[in-house]
C-alpha cells in the first residue's frame, strides 16, 4: 500500500491507529475488548518497517548512513526501555493509567 498511497501517508496512518487503539486499551471494560484493541493494533501496525523505507528514500545520499542508524537506535532504544518505563508505571499508577 505504501507504494500506491506513499510512505508518509502510511507512517502517520500507522502512528494515528497506534496512538487511538493504545487511549481505547486503557478504556476497556473487560479482557476482550482490550484484545480486540491490542489485534487492531497489530493489524496496523508497521510503523518502524515504513519508516525505514521513508528514510533510506528521503535522506540525502551522504548522510544516510548517519540517518538510519538513528532511527535504528531510537526503536532498539524504545524497545529496551519502553517495558522498564512501563512498568514502573503500571507498579506506580496502575495498568489502566500506565496506558492512558
Given at each position: 500500500?505504501?507504494?500506491?498511497?506513499?510512505?508518509k501517508l502510511m507512517c502517520l496512518r500507522a502512528s494515528g491507529v497506534m496512538t487511538i487503539t493504545i487511549f481505547m486499551i486503557d478504556l476497556s471494560p473487560n479482557v476482550?475488548?482490550?484484545?480486540?484493541?491490542?489485534?487492531?493494533?497489530?493489524?496496523?501496525?508497521?510503523?518502524?518497517n515504513n519508516a525505514n523505507a521513508l528514510m533510506s528514500v528521503s535522506a540525502p545520499k551522504g548522510i544516510q548512513g548517519r540517518?538510519?542508524?538513528?532511527?535504528?537506535t531510537g526503536s532498539i532504544t524504545g524497545t529496551l526501555i519502553?517495558?522498564?518505563?512501563?512498568?514502573?508505571?503500571?507498579?506506580?499508577?496502575g495498568y489502566r493509567g500506565a496506558f492512558f
Open positions: 500500500m505504501a507504494d500506491l498511497k506513499g510512505r476482550w475488548f482490550l484484545l480486540f484493541f491490542r489485534a487492531l493494533q497489530g493489524a496496523f501496525s508497521g510503523y518502524i540517518v538510519m542508524s538513528k532511527l535504528v519502553g517495558p522498564l518505563i512501563g512498568s514502573f508505571l503500571a507498579t506506580t499508577v
